[in-house]
């Protein structure tokens, strides 16, 4: 480095000496030197030339009038600060107390009298590199200062901007207690949780590769992804692949994000797990025993999309029954003696769980008493869902107090899928996002894409694909019912489901129609609404009773594959 090599000119050396004669050696032997310099004939005037001229280096005297050397050193190393300024005594003495005190003051070092020219040149050139070598180190270290403060200008804005997109959805329901810090995504850490339309909700956990910006900013675009479709109606699977899409096409080789997506239904008590590289999660039931999710997929980021999979763990669950999903820093939380957690403790932790309820406070307690001493467990994320409709579901629509004269009020529209298609798209967010165009009919989101979902599901898995929901009263069946789905949705031909949206006003809100119109050879859904009503299976009928509650009129034609809704919404 430049800083390394004396800098060009001569130094400015303080010479404070009360002997006229001693100071005009030192002068002179200075001078043929090549160096500037600056006599004084007291500790006083020595401080004065000091503020005055700042040199580079000083001799004291250490016996002067007025102002000793040591009290000059003092002062002097005051006036400095975190500069230095080399101070050399100068004296004849020999006591070794008297030498201390002299260090003690600020001196650097002695030039004991009379004076040696070559050991004069080698002392100035030796506490000159030391000297250079201090501003080298003080100006590195204000410059990491400077940037390290940038840095964290840059973290906070990031975080503001990230908070924009990625806001709290519904992270303070009271079903879903977690634990993140504060800073979760400049570790690596994401969690995102939001209402879906339907009433259910997704929740998003996730440890990128890395830490700081480069974790923040793959962690943006999935949030914005997230938000975005959850909202709009799209599944989980949707949702995965777009996510998984994106990293893909952004991240450099060699980061991912190890991530668990989870969707809830509350109002079928289902869960649809997908795990990709994070710890097992687990479901703790009212009984006392759980079942572990697995990581079954690669990290998020990873695969092309053609390879990438989207199969999730479908659970049927009981109300009061809570999910536990964590990052990893749940087993690599470590104590003092630099042991982590582990799998065996958690387990232990959830052994001793009574009431599924309890099971965040039994983790959480049991990592903070592991690892107190250690402080706060930063790159830690866990959530625990219990398994009942929060209380606040209602907040998702908090806000809207619109007319239900502006935006279109009167409309039809005509929707048709088949073939293919059927099994490769859902029409759902799109058929909402409609529905939505009337502003008033956004307060009802939820009970519209629950219509649209309800017959959307009921024409292609029983009128085109002929599933029976009795299947669905176990967790076998539940297997058996998706893995048949996905095989029959793979070779489906010659099928059609056609939607008829048709809206008019009324004078305080409006009226929906819906007809869904199947090309299965339909159902008996008779004999499905008895069953329910029997309460011979737990699954069948839900949709169609479902159905019945929230519309103002349900009609059955033909063999079932015809269904109209008509469903009367209004502002009060």
């Keep these: 480095m430049e800083d390394a090599f004396p800098e060009p000119g001569p130094l400015r050396i303080l010479i404070a000496e009360d002997s006229d004669t001693d100071r005009l050696i030192l002068s002179k032997l200075i001078e043929r030197q090549g160096h500037q310099p600056i006599g004084a004939a007291d500790g006083d005037e020595a401080v004065a030339l000091f503020c005055k001229h700042n040199p580079h280096i000083v001799l004291l005297d250490l016996v002067m009038p007025r102002m000793d050397g040591m009290e000059a050193a003092r002062q002097i190393k005051m006036l400095a600060g975190e500069s230095l300024v080399p101070v050399i005594f100068l004296t004849s003495m020999s006591d070794p107390d008297t030498l201390a005190q002299c260090l003690e003051s600020g001196g650097d070092d002695f030039l004991s009298k009379p004076y040696n020219r070559v050991i004069l040149e080698a002392k100035i050139n030796a ?57 979760s995504i400049f570790n690596g850490d994401v969690l995102f949780a939001c209402r879906r339309p339907s009433g259910g909700m997704h929740i998003f956990v996730g440890d990128f590769t890395g830490h700081g910006l480069p974790a923040a900013i793959g962690a943006m675009p999935v949030a914005e992804i997230f938000y975005g479709m959850t909202s709009k109606g799209f599944s989980c699977e949707d949702v995965l692949r777009e996510i998984n899409q994106k990293l893909k096409r952004i991240l450099p080789t060699g980061m991912f994000c190890c991530a668990a997506f989870i969707q809830a239904d509350f109002h079928t008590s289902q869960l649809r797990v997908w795990n990709g590289g994070l710890p097992d999660g687990y479901l703790i039931r009212g009984d006392g025993s759980r079942d572990i999710l697995p990581s079954r997929h690669l990290p998020l980021g990873v695969l092309s999309p053609e390879r990438f999979s989207v199969d999730a763990d479908v659970i049927p669950t009981e109300p009061g029954n809570v ?32 009431e599924p309820a309890a099971v965040f406070d039994a983790v959480m307690g049991a990592i903070r008493q592991f690892s107190w001493d250690q402080g706060a467990q930063d790159d830690l994320t866990v959530f625990a869902l219990e398994m009942n409709e929060s209380d606040k579901a209602a907040e998702m629509s908090a806000g809207l107090t619109l007319s239900a004269a502006a935006g279109a009020t009167q409309w039809v529209c005509d929707y048709e899928l088949s073939d293919q298609t059927l099994g490769q798209f859902n029409p759902l967010p799109l058929l909402l996002h ?134 009367d919404w209004n502002l009060t």
């Excluded at 100006?139 to 709290?168: G, P, Y």
């Excluded at 087993?331 to 009574?354: I, P, Y």
């Excluded at 009928?541 to 349900?554: A, D």
């Design 127 to 183: 506490f000159n590199r030391m000297r250079l070598m201090h501003r080298t180190l003080s100006q590195q270290r204000d410059l990491i200062r400077s940037r390290n403060r940038m840095l964290l200008q840059e973290q906070e804005v990031a975080k503001r901007v990230f908070d924009n997109v990625a806001h709290t959805g519904c992270l303070n329901a009271d079903n879903l207690r977690y634990h993140a810090s504060p800073l």
């Design 323 to 354: 999910l536990l999903v964590a990052t990893d820093g749940i087993l690599e939380a470590e104590n003092a003696h630099g042991e982590m957690f582990g799998e065996e403790r958690l387990l232990a932790t959830l052994d001793s769980v009574q």
């Design 434 to 567: 409609i529905c939505m165009e009337v502003p008033g009919l956004r307060l009802r989101s939820g009970e519209v894409y629950t219509l649209l979902s309800e017959l959307y599901t009921n024409a292609l898995e029983h009128g085109i694909l002929k599933l029976p929901s009795e299947w669905k009263d176990s967790p076998e069946g539940f297997g058996r019912y998706y893995a048949e789905r996905e095989r029959r949705l793979a070779r489906i031909q010659g099928h059609s489901i056609r939607f008829t949206l048709r809206h008019s006003p009324t004078h305080d809100g409006g009226r929906l129609f819906i007809e869904c119109r199947d090309s299965g050879e339909g159902f008996d859904y008779q004999s499905v609404l008895q069953h329910h009503h029997d309460r011979q299976c737990r699954y069948a009928g839900r949709g169609l009773i479902l159905l019945q509650q929230l519309s103002h009129s349900l009609a059955f034609h033909g063999a079932g594959n015809r269904v109209e809704v008509v469903y």
